[in-house]
């Protein structure tokens, strides 16, 4: 089959940037191209610095956008699809409520392609937007479920939302994590003052809706000589709030921000790490926490549903936006080291079974296969 991606800024292993959907179409992709398909995926000028036309298997196209707030992600998409359009794909399959909103131009005005939206997150309620694009994000998920030939949900609240609100049956296909087949080393810990064991983990991009700030602000309540590693780093319109982070920290010497971290680095961090503590207010399915859980790792999360529905008793949940319940899970986590080992190891269990890329690469790919005949 002949495959286009659309919504995603780049590709991690391009430059970093993006978060969970980046990661998503990065490995739904790869894993494709390595079945034997033709898979090309749309990239932002400005994430593909060095224009790169391939990717191993992956065939890349560079267009341009409107490099600003509102209008990076439907510049670029406008601009992908107008090509896309143009090409002989069999799946134009366009990734986030945001870009779904022009998932109709192929469905009018293209050749033989099916047309396919994966929701990824209800990004309405994330913190930076203001109200016209709020407006705009609402209305995408109404596109996102009635637009495309096939809705693909990658939880099961999204799933019943668009059954509900909507009146459209979505496909649930959860994100994927590729299960560690080693154990990764240690040279890298120590130029970031970090040593195994020693620190909770905080990775995700620096954006308000991760919640970085409650994660701070618990931290700092805790007498231990752990470390906070905060993993990750702004976009290009989040830098205010990569301040504040700061600011927040101020001279506690165990807060340790490291910047964007991949590849090896970025395995031995998550590896290695004592528990992960995720405190999103706003979330998809975060590949962030099956990444960890891949690892055996404990983690420590807000009650929001999207994050309930992968942790299955597997680790512990707290108030969303609660300092003191969030302060009183961690420190639960310190006192109860076997306990927090034995709920990581079942977070590991559940990876093994439900969320493998090989599972989700296979359902998609039988999606595909439907979709075409």
């Not at 898979?39 to 994430?47: D, E, G, I, S």
């Not at 705009?136 to 637009?147: D, K, M, P, Q, V």
């Not at 990876?351 to 595909?368: F, G, N, P, Q």
Request: with cysteine.
């Amino acid at each position: 089959m002949r495959i286009a991606m659309i919504g995603a800024k780049g590709l991690p292993s391009l430059l970093p940037v993006g978060g969970g959907i980046e990661t998503h179409v990065e490995n739904l992709a790869r894993n494709l191209a390595a079945r034997g398909h033709e898979v090309t995926v749309y990239v932002r000028t400005y994430a593909n610095p060095r224009r790169l036309s391939w990717l191993g298997k992956l065939r890349l196209v560079t267009l341009g956008s409107w490099h600003r707030k509102n209008f990076d992600a439907i510049t670029h998409t406008f601009f992908s699809t107008v090509h896309a359009m143009g090409e002989d794909y069999d799946i134009i399959h366009y990734h986030g409520v945001g870009p779904s909103t022009l998932s109709w131009l192929p469905r009018l005005f293209g050749r033989k392609a099916k047309v396919v939206v994966t929701f990824h997150s209800r990004d309405q309620f994330h913190e930076k937007w203001g109200l016209l694009a709020r407006l705009y994000l609402a209305f995408g998920e109404w596109t996102s479920a009635r637009f495309p030939h096939t809705t693909i949900a990658v939880n099961h609240g999204i799933q019943l939302l668009c059954r509900r609100l909507y009146g459209r049956e979505a496909l649930y296909i959860p994100n994927g994590v590729e299960l560690p087949t080693g154990w990764p080393g240690t040279h890298e810990l120590a130029p970031l003052g970090l040593h195994a064991n020693r620190y909770f983990l905080c990775l995700a991009r620096l954006v308000p809706h991760k919640a970085q700030d409650d994660v701070i602000r618990a931290f700092r309540k805790l007498d231990t000589d752990m470390k906070l590693a905060i993993v990750g780093s702004a976009s290009f319109d989040d830098a205010i709030y990569a301040e504040k982070l700061k600011r927040l920290a101020g001279d506690d010497e165990r807060v340790i921000f490291t910047g964007h971290q991949g590849g090896e680095a970025l395995r031995e961090i998550i590896a290695h790490s004592y528990a992960l503590v995720h405190a999103s207010r706003s979330e998809g399915l975060s590949v962030t926490v099956l990444e960890a859980m891949s690892y055996g790792k404990l983690v420590i999360m807000s009650d929001i549903p999207e994050n309930l529905e992968l942790i299955d008793h597997s680790g512990i949940s707290f108030k969303v936006g609660n300092i003191k319940a969030l302060t009183d899970a961690m420190r639960w986590a310190l006192d109860e080291p076997r306990l927090a080992r034995e709920r990581g190891q079942r977070a590991k269990d559940v990876i093994h079974k439900l969320y493998s890329w090989h599972a989700v690469v296979t359902k998609t790919e039988k999606l595909y296969e439907t979709l075409i005949g």
